[in-house]
């Protein structure tokens, strides 16, 4: 009975914790409806979609450390194009976990995108006052951003370094949520490991793989590497300097990982919609996110590797 019992409830526990297709999805749903209307930097679905997340960082049990409770206020400037309300209110949320060790790991996602077509860089040939949902660039990402903080807030297991979860504004205009927390750290750069980001996660092509960037950021990834295996594809690139807000924590010579399920004809247009989402390979994605962290865990705090 006692093996029974074991079998029974071994399982049940172990993968309660686990990232699930179903939280995946709800959160994208919400985050990239069209009631969010873009969640453009300055909008009150933008302010909305913060909400949400700092609701979600506070339900998980994460210590705010933004400089008001888990947000970090900043003014972000649209540069691309002239509009009249070039200066907007934005913020990035920022929870994090209090393993009492010396040296944090950063996990990173935008959770902006390009509202209704008027801040710039929509590839849509008439944007203006079309919804650009973003529900791949970046309400997947920020998915994965809240499962992770969901899986390591909640697995009993005190880690042997503090994690820091970041949902950065307005990385549509430029990265600025980032480079904002990189010049007005809330915990000394110094003692961080390395950042993991999450840009567009939910379009996975069983032909291409998901990318993994960074690799050769420290000499220590391909030791993390070793032997991990996931049932989806994946590859790994030695550049840790593009794409996403990974790009600002390398230059300020932090190792990054850049998760990225690549381009697609929906990219930056109105139609990135919450329906196209390949849920069930984004639990895949983070489950493997899951095992490189766990591994990097074991390791010494990296030093960091300029990729030529
Ligand atoms: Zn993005």
């Given amino acids: 009975m006692r093996v029974l019992l074991f079998l029974l409830l071994l399982p049940a526990v172990a993968l309660a914790q686990q990232p699930a297709a179903k939280r995946i999805r709800r959160h994208v749903r919400f985050l990239a409806s069209d009631a969010m209307n873009g969640r453009g930097t300055g909008s009150p679905e933008n302010a909305r979609a913060a909400r949400y997340i700092d609701n979600q960082f506070r339900r998980y049990g994460l210590n705010p450390l933004g400089t008001n409770g888990f947000r970090q206020p900043f003014v972000a400037k649209v540069r691309r194009v002239v509009v009249p309300d070039s200066l907007r209110p934005a913020e990035n949320v920022i929870g994090f976990l209090d393993n009492g060790a010396p040296y944090t790991i950063v996990i990173g996602a935008h959770y902006d995108h390009l509202g209704m077509g008027r801040q710039g860089s929509s590839l849509d040939s008439l944007p203006q006052g079309k919804i650009h949902n973003g529900a791949d660039d970046n309400a997947s990402g920020v998915a994965g951003l809240l499962e992770l903080a969901r899986y390591y807030a909640n ?154």
Avoid at 212 to 231: K, N, R
């Fill in 155 to 308: 697995n009993n297991v005190k880690e042997p370094y503090n994690l820091l979860f970041m949902a950065f504004g307005a990385e549509e205009l430029g990265l600025q949520g980032s480079r904002y927390f990189l010049n007005n750290p809330t915990l000394p750069l110094a003692n961080l490991n390395f950042m993991v980001c999450m840009d567009m996660i939910g379009r996975y092509n069983p032909d291409r793989g998901v990318g993994i960037g960074g690799y050769g950021t420290s000499d220590a990834w391909p030791t993390v590497f070793q032997g991990v295996t996931s049932p989806i594809k994946f590859f790994t690139d030695r550049a840790g300097n593009g794409g996403s807000d990974n790009a600002a924590f390398y230059a300020k010579q932090i190792p990054v990982l850049f998760f990225h399920t690549g381009g697609h004809p929906d990219y930056h247009k109105p139609t990135d919609d919450p329906d196209k989402i390949n849920v069930d390979a984004e639990k895949h994605i983070l489950d493997l996110e899951i095992a490189l962290l766990n591994r990097a865990m074991q390791q010494p705090k990296m030093v960091f590797t300029a990729v030529k």
